[in-house]
């Protein structure tokens, strides 16, 4: 569970999600969004394995299985997905673009490609992807470096803030994803991520990561605006912590 590398991918209400680490892959055990016979996989597997089947998960498994968990293994049994293609792999959506002092996303590499070839994106402009530890120059992530034309490096002090993570709960507990957050305030905050996780009026919980002076924080909260572009909603503070309310007008005020 020491792994920090995000290498796994999990099936998830019948769609690939991820990538995840092993650390989030036994928080969504201990959750119940996944169980011990869903599915994983990583690179270097031929195909799908269930997450009862890999070595590095079977320390989690209980030395007795209890038989409510052997009855949902042998049903789970009965249903196995296909290998996750490399065009799916690829049409993920796990990347965000800091353009014109505004951040996008999240992106698959397709569409961050398009966005080179169009100039919208060039070596000076900034991308995150989950698992970075801030924002990093275009032109110094490997995988665009080769299709970007190369530029006079942008000053660092010119970056946008550290990005805000935060991991999306429904009211029932269930955890359906994670996003980043942009133009925060002490209302609310536009929530991005790859499709809104219900629709206007659904309550949710945000568990936001901290950044820079920002602390983390859990609030609750409702959607209020399904952003134009389908990839995240406007979300509207109905409890906030009175400390996480004092680091973001501090946030505010520092510009």
Known sequence: MQDKSLKWYAVVNSRPVGPLTAAEIAERLKAGELNFASHLWQEKQDGWMRIYEIQDFQCLLPSQPAHSLIAEIQKAAQI?????????????????????????GPF?????????????ITANTYIWQKGFADWQLANNIPVWSAHLVAETPTDKRGA?????EAKIILTNGKEVGWAICRDISIGGMQVLMDQAPGAVGSEL????????NMPSFTCDG???????DGRGFSFRFSSLPNEAKSAIEKYIAQG
């Open 108 to 120: 698959s590499d397709p569409e961050i490609l398009t966005m080179i070839q169009a100039g919208r």
């Open 222 to 228: 409702s959607i209020v605006r399904i952003l134009e």
């Open 160 to 164: 946008p803030r550290k990005p805000f």
């Open 80 to 104: 196995s997905p296909p290998p996750l293609s490399p065009k799916q792999k690829e049409e993920l959506r796990t990347w965000y673009v800091y353009i014109d002092e505004t951040q996008y």
């Open 205 to 212: 919980k945000l568990n936001v990561s901290a950044a820079g």
